[in-house]
């Protein structure tokens, strides 16, 4: 069945310094979304993306989906303490299923 | 403006036992689902339903059950549960399938 594979697992920066997650799908995605999930809260959304090769920022966050409509990536640039959270990227092809990676775990150290 | 409601937010059962989640929503949203959080693991399908009377299997649909007699309401089953069944479930819905899902605060159950 369908995947959604997402990297790393966790990531520990310095605040100030930049995180990236990655995203890889088995399968070609009609859109791709990304949330996020504070430490004992919900996720809330943040972006969807739908074209090829499309880019949108959100001030210090970047989110980029690939030409093949296969993998995505979030950037933070100059990570905060408020930054800290899981970020999920949620995949969904021709139907409304929606398959959520594992999430990447970030930790911010002031 | 409540959003998405779930009742309980905390429930310990003994394994056999059975129960229903609630989930409401006020935004008229035709799309819900339910999930369970595993650590490591994500954000998993249990079910989802399209409209008012509807419902479907996800990924992890066995030993659950879900029924969406109203709109507004999203009630999910666990007619014996078990403790793989031990998780956190969270409910969400989406105007259409292709929108942001909104999801409520989760309900962390515990299966002894």
Same mark, same amino acid.
């Given at each position: 069945?369908?995947?959604?594979?997402?990297?790393?697992?966790?990531?520990?920066?310095?605040?100030?310094?930049?995180?990236?997650?990655?995203?890889?799908?088995?399968?070609?995605?009609?859109? =791709?979304?990304?949330?996020?999930?504070?430490?004992?809260?919900?996720?809330?959304?943040? =972006?969807?993306?739908?074209?090829?090769?499309?880019?949108?920022?959100?001030?210090?966050?970047?989110?980029?989906?690939?030409e093949a409509k296969k993998?995505?990536?979030?950037?933070?640039?100059?990570?905060? @303490? @408020?930054?800290?959270?899981?970020?999920?990227?949620?995949?969904?092809?021709?139907?409304?299923?929606? =398959?959520?990676?594992?999430? @990447?775990?970030?930790?911010?150290?002031? | 403006?409540?959003?998405?409601?779930?009742?309980?937010?905390?429930? /310990?059962?003994?394994?056999?036992? &059975? *129960?229903?989640?609630?989930?409401?929503?006020?935004?008229?949203?035709?799309? *819900?689902?339910? %999930? $369970?959080?595993?650590?490591?693991?994500?954000?998993?399908?249990?079910?989802? &339903? /399209?409209?008012?009377?509807?419902?479907?299997?996800?990924? /992890?649909?066995?030993? %659950?059950? /879900?029924? $969406?007699?109203?709109?507004?309401?999203?009630?999910?089953?666990?007619? +014996?549960?078990?403790? &793989?069944?031990? &998780?956190?479930?969270?409910?969400?819905? +989406?105007?259409?399938?292709?929108?942001?899902?909104?999801?409520?605060?989760?309900?962390?159950?515990?299966?002894?």
């Open positions: 069945g369908q995947q959604v594979m997402q990297i790393p697992q966790y990531q520990h920066v310095q605040e100030g310094e930049d995180f990236t997650t990655y995203c890889n799908s088995s399968t070609t995605l009609s859109n =791709i979304q990304w949330y996020k999930q504070r430490p004992g809260g919900h996720p809330v959304f943040l =972006i969807q993306l739908v074209k090829s090769g499309e880019v949108k920022k959100q001030k210090r966050l970047t989110f980029q989906f690939g993998n995505s990536s979030l950037h933070i640039t100059a990570t905060q @303490t @408020t930054d800290v959270g899981t970020y999920f990227c949620a995949g969904q092809t021709g139907g409304f299923k929606t =398959i959520f990676g594992a999430g @990447t775990r970030l930790f911010v150290k002031a | 403006n409540a959003g998405v409601t779930q009742t309980p937010k905390f429930r /310990v059962l003994k394994t056999g036992q &059975s *129960m229903t989640l609630l989930c409401a929503q006020d935004m008229n949203h035709e799309y *819900m689902y339910w %999930y $369970r959080q595993d650590p490591g693991m994500g954000l998993r399908l249990i079910h989802y &339903s /399209v409209g008012e009377g509807t419902t479907a299997k996800g990924e /992890v649909p066995d030993g %659950y059950n /879900v029924s $969406r007699l109203k709109k507004q309401n999203f009630l999910l089953g666990l007619e +014996s549960a078990a403790p &793989s069944q031990t &998780s956190v479930y969270f409910c969400a819905s +989406s105007y259409q399938g292709h929108q942001p899902q909104h999801f409520g605060d989760g309900t962390r159950l515990s299966i002894l």
